[in-house]
């Protein structure tokens, strides 16, 4: 058990290093660009930075469900081949298919993919905290504030594709009408 733990987190730091250096890397492109537009249009920066549309924030939330989907369903497939490299659970196979079908769905912007992630992320809470109890308050309290943070952002992606398509269908009005 122990072994799964160490190999969590190693997964999550390396994780969450090249996503900082994918930040960074973006940030810097897009303040050489900016200063680059800036002396050679002489933009004043009032006028070049651009606010984000409720259309954006959804799809931000939009994209950070999905992107959490892929995640997770690929460190529930590592897991299951960890766990027998040989013979993988079927199960878990089929969830790990099953996460990757919705994950796409959300990054369509199916409203039904991310409510029933949300719903299948809520179950395997219930169930980490069934299990969980047996194992000891430091496995709880890691797991459940990861789990809950989860839950956090697909519970955003609904929200997120509940809006996408509210603004989409008020745009196609305001267009015929």
Not at 20 to 27: C, F, H, S, Y
Not at 70 to 86: C, E, R
Not at 114 to 128: K, Q, T
């Amino acid at each position: 058990m122990v072994n799964y733990i160490i190999i969590f987190f190693v997964v999550l730091f390396v994780g969450a290093w090249i996503w900082w250096g994918v930040k960074q890397l973006t940030k810097n492109i897009r303040k050489q660009n900016k200063e680059l537009d800036l002396a050679e249009l002489a933009i004043p920066d009032s006028n070049h930075e651009k606010e984000m549309t409720d259309l954006d924030k959804a799809e931000n939330k939009i994209r950070k469900a999905y992107i959490l989907g892929f995640v997770y369903a690929t460190l529930f497939l590592v897991f299951s081949f960890v766990k027998k490299p040989i013979q993988p659970d079927l199960i878990v196979t089929i969830g790990a298919v099953l996460l990757y079908g919705l994950s796409f769905g959300i990054y369509k912007r199916y409203r039904t993919c991310s409510i029933i992630m949300f719903i299948y992320d809520s179950f395997g809470f219930f169930l980490v905290m069934s299990a969980g109890v047996m194992k000891g308050l430091i496995f709880v309290i890691v797991i459940v504030s990861i789990k809950t943070a989860m839950l956090y952002i697909f519970f955003e992606g609904i929200r997120g594709t509940l809006t996408y398509h509210k603004l989409k269908n008020q745009n196609k009005g305001e267009q015929n009408g």
